[in-house]
């Protein structure tokens, strides 16, 4: 592979200072007109240095920032081979459609009258998210992943509670998202793990030995992480429902089976969806995100409040819900995130499907052509991501962070390493359905190159990234003594 063909291979690496540093007095970036205001005299014990801000010319922000977001690497950049996160690059018309001021100026304490296209654009969501899924009712209130989950065990204690039944316990798969067992804690449950099959998948007899009547329910990521589809999920969400249980399912992959899988159908009860893994939203940087979570008809009562409905040719929100669990989010949701997913689904429309199917073929592709390079953790069809581990590097003393950090000098952001736990030096791989034939293959190229520099020159590998701005930073020592101050 020519080397110079890759992303990183070669480029300039701008060094930048601080502005306190760039800063020299007397230079301006803007005329500012004398002020006509008398100056205050405040009393002297308030009296002090004000705030030392650098003199800058118009050039010197804009190159300052400039060269800092050259710093950044993004979908916008490249590719992001994250596993269990979709990091696909998503159509900049659904941010211009988000900064419509008639949405994105709309106050959120204007009365329904006045906000009749925002109500609309929320019910409307709300139903096409319930035909996505098969569950029919939907909030939009939660604001990310993690609190669709806190939201949907929440419904999980409503739904018990109002059966006059006491559930202390939910089980938790080892191949689920990591902040599954964290958000049942939240609502006093008590997470029990449970192994996956010699496959990757859940057993259904495994689940039986463990579901009691004091056990709410099950907590399944299907697609798991190990990017396998819970084949057995039928006969699973039969045995919890036969002990009075309800299937939470984690929706964070749907990416892989939209307009693919009917989640009522599969037994599921209730599903948070990660707006910002599927539906061309914000990912990374704390967020704003949305998590709207998917319910059965039999739970609907329990949803937050309030909810977009419709009445006649009017769209209202629906407060006078008894059985509510309460809201979760001040005023509607993150809305600006709504739009965005709303503009994403219809422009789509029923190519959601194919959007998926596209995925699904990317990551089978990268599967089979790199399963004679690195080892792969399970043989199996996979759905939008593939697993492999660093076992067959062992022997060089290679490891799956030598290789991340090493993708890094080929112009990669690393794929997600060591995770899921159940696969020892997981090296997971999603290549979502925006990744182009072209890209794939150079990719697949990097890593084969990598692995024979790691037979090679393993010592390179060891000292990886080297072409970058910052080197391998000392992770035991950040580990043990982290500087927090800033």
């Keep these: 592979m020519n080397e110079n063909k890759t992303p990183g291979a070669s480029g300039l690496i701008m060094n930048e200072p601080l502005l306190w540093e760039k800063g020299k007095k007397g230079r301006c970036g803007m005329c500012v007109p004398k002020s006509d205001v008398p100056e205050a005299n405040f ?76 109500l609309q654009l929320m019910y409307e969501l709300q139903e096409y998210l319930g035909a996505i899924t098969g569950l029919p009712a939907v909030t939009v209130q939660p604001a990310a992943g993690a609190h669709g989950e806190l939201t949907g065990m929440l419904i999980f204690a409503a739904y018990h509670k109002s059966r006059g039944s006491k559930r202390t316990k939910i089980l938790i798969p080892d191949t689920a998202h990591g902040t599954n067992p964290a958000s049942a804690a939240l609502c006093g449950y008590k997470p029990i793990p449970v192994k996956s099959g010699k496959n990757g998948i859940l057993d259904a007899q495994t689940i039986a030995d463990v579901m009691d009547e004091e056990t709410a329910g099950i907590m399944v990521t299907n697609p798991n992480t190990l990017g396998l589809f819970e084949t057995n999920i039928r006969q699973i969400a039969e045995v919890v429902h036969a002990k009075g249980g309800l299937v939470y399912g984690d929706g964070a992959n749907l990416n892989a089976v939209m307009g693919i899988i009917d989640a009522a159908k599969c037994g599921v009860d209730v599903m948070h969806l990660n707006l910002h ?32 409905v419709k009445d006649g040719d009017q769209f209202k929100l629906e407060y006078d819900c008894p059985d509510s669990v309460g809201r979760v989010h001040g005023f509607h949701g993150n809305f600006g995130v709504l739009v965005r997913a709303y503009s ?28 004679g390079t690195l080892k792969l953790a399970y043989n199996m069809p996979c759905m939008h991501e593939c697993v492999f581990s660093d076992e067959w590097q062992q022997e060089d003393k290679i490891t799956t962070l030598d290789i991340a950090k090493r993708l890094i000098d080929y112009g990669y952001h690393p794929p997600t390493i060591y995770f899921p736990l159940v696969v020892h030096g997981a090296i997971m791989i999603e290549p979502t359905e925006t990744e182009c034939k072209e890209d794939i293959d150079q990719f697949i190229d990097t890593v084969k190159k990598i692995v024979q520099e790691s037979k090679d020159n393993p010592e390179l590998l060891r000292n990886a990234p080297v072409r970058s701005k910052m080197r391998r930073l000392d992770e035991i020592q950040a580990a043990r003594r982290p500087c927090l101050c800033g």
């Excluded at 422009?347 to 399963?371: C, H, N, W």
Aim: aromatic fraction near 8%; include cysteine.
């Design 277 to 308: 893994k599927t539906f061309s939203t914000p990912h990374g940087g704390g967020g704003p995100g949305a998590g709207p979570v998917c319910v059965t008809a039999e739970l609907e009562k329990f949803l937050p409040t309030p909810r977009a």
């Design 344 to 371: 994403y689904i219809r422009t789509m429309g029923p190519d959601l499907k194919k959007a998926s199917q596209f995925a699904v073929l990317s990551a089978a592709y990268i599967k089979e052509r790199l399963k």
């Design 43 to 118: 009393p002297e014990a308030l009296q002090g240095e004000g705030p030392d801000f650098p003199d800058l010319s118009e050039v010197d922000v804009v190159r300052h920032y400039t060269r800092l977001s050259q710093w950044n690497f993004g979908v916008d950049t490249g590719m992001y081979p994250l596993g269990s996160c979709t990091m696909k690059y998503n159509p900049k018309i659904n941010e211009r459609v988000a900064a419509t001021p008639a949405l994105a100026a709309a106050h959120p304490m204007l009365a329904d009258e006045h906000v009749q296209g925002n």
